[in-house]
């Protein structure tokens, strides 16, 4: 798995990235003017290649979303 610095957006190879790996899912924060506004819902896209284990990947996107979580909050308290 590999994400971006805010946990916006991440990448979940099949094997390492850097060797050359294929994407076998993308999750990617649904973002708009109100989300930098408010403490709205945060809604997710997910990407899925075909034949890949869907739980396994839902059960991935259930922590990056609380990975995401923790880092909004860090971000909201950072003063």
């Known amino acids: 798995m590999n994400c971006d610095g805010f946990y916006g957006s991440c990448g979940i190879f099949q094997g390492k990235e850097k060797e050359g790996s294929p994407m076998v899912a993308k999750i990617v924060e649904i973002m708009d003017a109100n989300s930098f506004l408010t403490d709205t819902e945060t809604r997710y896209s997910i990407e899925m ?10 059960a991935l996107a259930v922590f990056f ?6 880092n909004r909050e860090k971000r ?4």
């Open 49 to 58: 290649a075909s034949n890949v284990d869907n739980a396994l990947i839902i």
């Open 65 to 70: 979303a609380k990975m995401n979580s923790a």
């Open 76 to 79: 909201n308290h950072f003063h």
